[in-house]
């Protein structure tokens, strides 16, 4: 066990997590053929720098804005799949919420569309927010946008998507909020990613990534 996944683990067994009488979905599978020829139809191309075949499919169980149990899907990089798999159970657990997740092929790889869904996603080939020919790291498959309507994207006067406006006072709390002395930022920095809601030029804070190793 690496020691990200350690880290996870040791906040799972402080907070008693996993004890439930019925246990949620928490699933890291291959991506199956049919979704495969959607991602090449639309979030991927040649020049992208995974192949399709390099990420996986994580089945997860969220509590949604009405503290429902949903069933989500998330596409990641194989070699993040079983430490976001441990992060994400701890999110349920604590009760963090989360108002929508799935793969953003459902959005034709449109991250604007996917965000003003509220959409929580990964894996997307494409350029880094403002960066034209500058891949971003979910086209790895290794950064996450989580409840990016309720955790806008600002730089300057730039905010998206821009609905995101009304939720630009980060000292308020909204459902799936994520704060900067919140639990998803501690966990996710405890396991060795970084939070774009600390970044200085922008604050980019629905987004967690995780580079590979040099």
Known sequence: ?????KAVAAILLI???GNAAEKPV????Q???ALLARIRQTTWHPGCPVRPEDLRQLTLTYHDFQNHDRIGTMLVHRDLADEVVMLFR???DHGFQIERMVPIEEYGGSDDESMASNNTSAFNCRDATG???????????????INPLTNPYVKGGKVLPPAGRKYLDRTKSWPGSILKEGFAVRLFEQAGWTWGGRWPDRKDYQHFEKQAPQ
Not at 1 to 5: A, P, Q, R
Not at 26 to 29: K, S
Not at 131 to 145: E, M, Q, Y
């Open 1 to 5: 066990m690496t020691s990200s996944l």
């Open 15 to 17: 907070a008693g997590i």
């Open 26 to 29: 928490f699933r890291n599978d």
């Open 31 to 33: 991506v199956p053929a």
């Open 90 to 92: 701890a999110l349920h």
């Open 131 to 145: 960066k034209p020919g500058v891949f971003s790291n979910h086209s790895w498959g290794r950064a996450i946008d």
